[in-house]
């Protein structure tokens, strides 16, 4: 079979009788993967949409554990606060406790003191109303 003179020369017609310099299977498959290259960009594109919309979501995600961590630590501080604030308290009542017995022991040697003297003048009087 004898070659075409235009084939020779790097020249070629395509389906539609246009002259083209590249072959037609090589345009054809320029063609297809020019296809499957925007096929691809295009699927690219989507992947980088949802991963950026993923990163988003983990972003959120961090600053909602980031607020309740935060939360947690004021919440433990606070109750520490609290148990500081009992055990300071319990101290105190336990000082005063102390000071008000102590006050009750004053008030009953007094008050033994005092029964004694009434008795004693009791006693007083009753010898001198019986003297009289």
Same mark, same amino acid.
Do not use: H, W
């Given at each position: 079979? +004898? &070659?075409?003179?235009?084939?020779? +020369?790097?020249? #070629?017609?395509? $389906?539609?009788?246009?002259?083209?310099?590249? @072959?037609?299977?090589?345009?054809?498959? /320029?063609? $297809?993967?020019?296809e499957e290259c925007k @096929?691809?960009?295009?699927?690219?594109?989507?992947?980088?949409?949802?991963?950026?919309?993923?990163?988003?979501?983990?972003?959120?995600?961090?600053? !909602?554990?980031? /607020? *309740?961590?935060?939360?947690?630590?004021? +919440?433990?501080?606070?109750? &520490?606060?609290?148990?500081?604030?009992?055990? +300071?308290?319990?101290?105190?009542?336990?000082?005063?406790?102390? *000071?008000?017995?102590?006050?009750?022991?004053? #008030?009953?040697? @007094? #008050? !033994?003191?005092?029964?004694?003297? *009434?008795?004693?003048?009791?006693?007083?009087?009753?010898?001198?109303?019986?003297? &009289?």
């Open positions: 079979m +004898a &070659k075409d003179p235009l084939s020779e +020369a790097g020249f #070629y017609f395509d $389906e539609l009788n246009k002259l083209r310099v590249l @072959e037609p299977d090589v345009s054809q498959k /320029t063609s $297809e993967l020019k @096929e691809f960009v295009d699927k690219i594109g989507q992947f980088q949409k949802i991963v950026g919309g993923l990163i988003e979501l983990v972003d959120e995600l961090a600053k !909602e554990a980031e /607020t *309740e961590k935060i939360k947690a630590i004021g +919440a433990r501080n606070l109750l &520490k606060s609290v148990a500081k604030q009992r055990e +300071a308290q319990q101290q105190q009542l336990q000082a005063l406790i102390a *000071e008000k017995k102590m006050q009750l022991e004053r #008030y009953r040697i @007094e #008050y !033994e003191a005092l029964s004694k003297v *009434e008795s004693e003048q009791n006693e007083f009087i009753d010898q001198f109303i019986l003297q &009289k």
